[in-house]
């Protein structure tokens, strides 16, 4: 994946703004916060880091190409006239972040006329870095990513997440509970961005979750689709708010059709 190819310019203005970004959030955050997670003020030290990481997300983003638009998870919509736009999630896995857990991540993704062509993940603790490009593969640290082959549906490795709302959470729950008997075993990581990474790696079968936003999964659905995974939303829709899904050819059909069985695109 040569930064000469299409769209090797956005993809320099990504990995630049999702390295720094990542530095900025390894090396600022206090070493006693874990311990203090329970208090509001580290929660604040949180949200301070969150918005600090954005606003030099913009700033690289601007500086290289100012007339493109962002989408950020804090700062919201700043309009474009290029016909690029970047969707930004400067802080993905919060409280994975907040508690001292490794799995959180810095997510980036630019759109050409809203069709995402890049898609950079960089995760500081697991010292690695997702990128990958439209037609152009999928590579994790240099190196090329791909899915795992497609197992028994019974010996699936799943992962998913868990919203905010008490009644998302119970609804979430309960088609948990009516999935974990079918298959391996079920996967809660924390960030949205690095679990579709992994599906992409091969670390996991599939995943899913109902509730995203844009910005968790518009860099890592990429990178899964890049490195031969399959990722939709409900049966012949693509990811979207109501359903995300990535999961290895030959599995994901049959795991979208549970999940479309069991509801788990409502609450």
């Known amino acids: 994946m040569s930064t000469d190819a299409p769209f090797g310019e956005l993809l320099e203005t990504a990995l630049e703004a999702a390295r720094r970004a990542g530095e900025l959030l390894r090396t600022g955050r206090p070493a006693d916060l874990g311990v203090a997670a329970t208090k509001t003020s580290a929660v604040d030290v949180v949200t301070e880091m969150?918005?600090?990481?954005?606003?030099?997300i913009r700033e690289v983003i601007t500086g290289r190409r100012p007339d493109d638009a962002v989408l950020g998870e804090e700062g919201g919509t700043t309009e474009g006239s290029s016909g690029v736009r970047w969707i930004v999630d400067p802080l993905d896995g919060t409280v994975n972040y907040l508690y001292g857990l490794p799995s959180w991540a810095v997510s980036i993704a630019a759109q050409v006329d809203?069709?995402?062509?890049?898609?950079?993940?960089e995760a500081p603790l697991r010292g690695e870095t997702y990128q990958a490009v439209l037609?152009?593969?999928?590579?994790?640290?240099?190196?090329?990513?791909r899915c795992r082959p497609a197992p028994e549906f019974s010996r699936a490795l799943v992962a998913t997440g868990f919203g905010y709302l008490a009644e998302r959470r119970a609804a979430q729950a309960a088609v948990v509970g009516r999935l974990l008997p079918r298959v391996r075993d079920v996967?809660?990581?924390g960030s949205a961005a690095i679990d579709l990474c992994d599906v992409g790696c091969g670390r996991l079968d599939a995943y899913y979750e109902r509730g995203l936003q844009p910005w968790d999964w518009a860099a890592g659905e990429l990178f899964a689709r890049e490195a031969g995974a399959l990722t939709g939303g409900r049966p012949g829709a693509p990811a979207d708010?109501?359903?995300?899904?990535?999961?290895s050819p030959g599995l994901?059909?049959?795991?979208?059709?549970?999940?479309?069985?069991?509801?788990a695109w409502h609450d």
Request: glycine share 20%; aromatic share 2%.
């Open 241 to 247: 708010g109501g359903l995300t899904v990535a999961a």
């Open 50 to 56: 969150d918005l600090a990481a954005e606003k030099l």
């Open 114 to 121: 809203g069709r995402t062509v890049v898609g950079v993940v």
């Open 187 to 189: 996967r809660r990581g």
């Open 135 to 145: 037609g152009g593969g999928s590579l994790v640290n240099g190196a090329p990513a």
């Open 252 to 263: 994901f059909e049959p795991l979208q059709q549970l999940l479309e069985d069991l509801g």
